[in-house]
């Protein structure tokens, strides 16, 4: 599973990093940056996983796989 974003859709609003700190990380102005592309195994990091993407009102992140 991947977490994939689209950084020309980011707007900043940083919604992104709070359910999953340890995949997202925000620059100096707020945008997101993937600290983890490979999202790890199990359930309960697929679930962050989808809530940080479910999140953006722009969808700018994706989970793919």
Request: charged share 25%; proline share 8%.
């Amino acid at each position: 599973m991947k977490l994939l974003l689209d950084s020309t859709r980011c707007q900043g609003y940083g919604l992104c990093q709070e359910p999953a700190p340890d995949l997202v990380e925000l620059d100096e102005w707020g945008y997101a940056k993937i600290i983890a592309l490979v999202v790890p195994s199990g359930p309960e990091a697929a679930a962050r996983a989808r809530a940080c993407a479910e999140s953006c009102p722009n969808s700018a992140l994706r989970v793919e796989g």
